[in-house]
Nanobody, 111 residues
């Protein structure tokens, strides 16, 4: 069974940067970052296929970059120019035989 573990959340001021990491116990499948703000539905932020094709939510295009290191079974989300509306719990998901979710990591953008 595949497992994923996120890390790298924290608090940052508007305009700042954070990098999230998601370590998977295996590889060869699409990975995605999702987020859920209080009172809102969970939404896709970015995804990357095993071959490196990427997809982004319109709200993060040009600010966030998803990448993967297949040798380390790790996916990254580089978040730049952060805004208060980016505040949420960020979840990693592996599109394995079934969807496997991480426990989530809090990102808070506030002055």
């Amino acid at each position: 069974q595949v497992q994923v573990v996120e890390s790298g959340g924290g608090s940052v001021q508007p305009g700042g940067s954070l990098r999230l990491s998601c370590a998977a116990s295996s590889s060869g499948f699409t990975m995605g970052w999702y987020r859920q703000a209080p009172g809102k539905q969970r939404e896709l932020v970015a995804s990357i296929t095993s071959r490196g094709s990427t997809n982004y939510a319109d709200s993060v295009k040009g600010r966030f970059t998803i990448s993967r290191d297949n040798a380390k079974n790790t996916v990254y989300l580089q978040m730049n120019s952060l805004k208060p509306e980016d505040t949420a719990v960020y979840y990693c998901k592996a599109a394995w035989v079934y969807d496997v979710w991480g426990q989530g990591t809090q990102v808070t953008v506030s002055s």
